[in-house]
């Protein structure tokens, strides 16, 4: 069974650019969230998505977005790219919502220059 | 506030020897709780999980932990370890009615293994 894959691995920006993350989380799974890991920061928690609804959002300006599709599919966007942006985004992906278990996959490392 | 609180950023260890890291939570209510290891560049492997029941939980790579109601803790341990235990571990909560799936995670303990 594959795991969950992030695209791209490695991303370089400028600052005041978009980006767009994409996740396929395992197959079955319908609830993809992702997290911002930085060092200064540690892991904080972005949102969460299932059935192709935002369903928890953490503390994160409107710049960070998301959507979910109907494979279950996410994609993250970033708008108007900071330095401060900079960081590895990790998505997981969870059997349901509620499923108390989630599985990582390697992350996107996003450099903002 | 929900947090989780990992009192030791580094810790080193010699190959061979106990190791035990520390996990404090801090919750209205018992959270489902969690210890995942991440190794440079990766993402988080998960290592075991605690949702009720034993309070001590076996998981993956002979890793162990005992949760303790009375200290809001959840402890890390393995009796002998290895040089390719060398990692960060993460420990994280969740399980809150109407939090989803979503974890808070504590700020990790980077594990040195001297050979």
């Known amino acids: 069974k594959a795991g969950v894959t992030q695209t791209p691995r490695y991303l370089i920006k400028t600052r005041g650019q978009q980006v767009t993350l994409s996740c396929s989380p395992i197959?079955?799974?319908?609830?993809v969230s992702w997290y911002q890991q930085t060092p200064g920061q540690g892991l904080q928690f972005l949102f969460e998505?299932?059935?192709?609804?935002?369903?928890n959002k953490g503390n994160f300006p409107g710049r960070f977005s998301g959507r979910q599709f109907s494979n279950s599919r996410s994609e993250m966007n970033v708008s108007t790219l900071e330095l401060g942006d900079s960081a590895l985004y990790l998505c997981a992906s969870s059997l349901a919502y509620q499923a108390n278990e989630a599985f990582f996959g390697q992350g996107t490392r996003l450099t903002v220059v | 506030a929900q947090s989780v609180t990992q009192p030791d950023i580094h810790i080193t260890v010699s190959e061979g020897a106990s190791l035990e890291l520390r996990c404090n939570y801090s919750y209205g209510a018992t959270p489902y709780l969690f210890w995942y290891v991440q190794s440079p560049g990766q993402g988080l492997q998960l290592l075991l999980k605690?949702?009720?029941?034993?309070?001590l939980v076996q998981g993956i790579k002979g890793f162990e932990a005992e949760f303790k109601r009375s200290q809001s803790s959840f402890n890390l341990r393995k009796p002998s370890v290895h040089w390719s235990d060398a990692a960060e571990y993460f420990c994280?909560?969740?399980?809150?009615?109407?939090?989803?799936?979503?974890?808070?995670f504590g700020t990790g303990t980077q594990l040195k293994v001297e050979l």
């Open positions: 994280a909560a969740g399980g809150v009615t109407g939090g989803g799936n979503k974890l808070t």
């Open positions: 197959s079955g799974h319908r609830s």
């Open positions: 998505y299932f059935s192709e609804t935002q369903r």
């Open positions: 605690y949702f009720s029941g034993d309070t």
